[in-house]
C-alpha cells in the first residue's frame, strides 16, 4: 500500500526517513529526510513532510500528527497520524494509508510482520541513541528494511548511514536501481 503524507506519496519500496530532533528551518534538513517534527507547518515547503505533536486550527493541519490521543485530529483534518494503537485511529477515521504504527525502538520479528502483513506501514525508532557507529543497529535496519518498515526515526547525525542502508537493502530487493554499481575486474 502507498504511504500519503499530504501530497507526497510513498511507494512500498520507499521507506522514509523521520527526524526527530528539533530543527529551526529549512537549513536544518539534512539531505534524505521524508518527515520532521515541527510546529511550523510552512516547513512542507522544503520538501518533508511535516509532523506535529498538539493540534493546530484547520487551516494549519499538519501532514501527519502524533500521538494516539491525536487520532480524532488528525481523522477530522484528513491528515496522517503516527501511533501505537492502529485499532483507535482506524475507527476514529484515520486513512489507512496515511497511519503509521510506532512499534518502538527494538520490535520483534513477528510484531513487524504482524502490522506491516495487515498493509499498513510501520515505524521503528533508531533516536534512543547513535546508530552510525553500531554495526549491529546498522545490520538491524536492513532487516527491519527488508521486513517492510516504512518509516525510521533518527536524529540528525545519524541520517546518512541509515538512508545508505535503506537504499542498499531497496537496491538488492529490487525496488530500485544501486546509486552506484561497479563490475569486479580481474
Known amino acids: ?3 500519503r503524507l499530504a501530497s507526497r506519496v510513498l511507494g512500498a519500496g520507499d521507506p522514509a526517513i523521520w527526524l526527530t530532533g528539533p530543527i529551526d528551518g529549512a537549513e536544518d534538513i539534512p539531505e534524505g529526510v521524508d518527515i520532521v517534527t515541527s510546529t511550523r507547518p510552512e516547513l512542507a515547503e522544503a520538501g518533508p ?9 484547520a487551516y494549519a493541519a499538519p501532514d501527519l500528527y502524533v500521538g494516539d490521543e491525536l487520532a480524532e485530529e488528525a481523522a477530522r483534518a484528513g491528515s496522517g497520524l503516527i501511533c501505537r494503537d492502529p485499532q483507535r ?6 486513512r489507512p494509508d496515511g497511519l503509521i504504527v510506532d512499534v518502538g525502538p527494538r520490535p520483534s520479528v513477528r510484531r513487524i510482520e504482524e502490522i506491516a ?7 521503528v525508532r533508531l533516536d534512543d541513541e547513535p546508530v552510525r557507529e553500531d554495526p549491529g543497529r546498522l545490520a538491524a535496519i536492513s532487516v527491519h528494511a527488508w521486513l517492510g518498515v516504512r518509516v525510521f526515526a533518527v536524529t540528525a547525525p545519524d541520517v546518512p548511514a541509515v538512508r545508505q542502508v535503506l537504499d542498499m537493502v531497496a537496491a538488492i530487493k529490487g525496488d530500485r536501481p544501486p546509486k552506484l554499481s561497479r563490475r569486479g575486474l580481474a
Open 1 to 3: 500500500m502507498q504511504l
Open 49 to 57: 513532510a511535516v509532523a506535529m505533536t498538539v493540534p493546530v486550527p
Open 89 to 94: 485511529a482506524l475507527k476514529a477515521g484515520v
Open 117 to 123: 502483513g495487515d498493509g499498513l506501514a510501520v515505524l
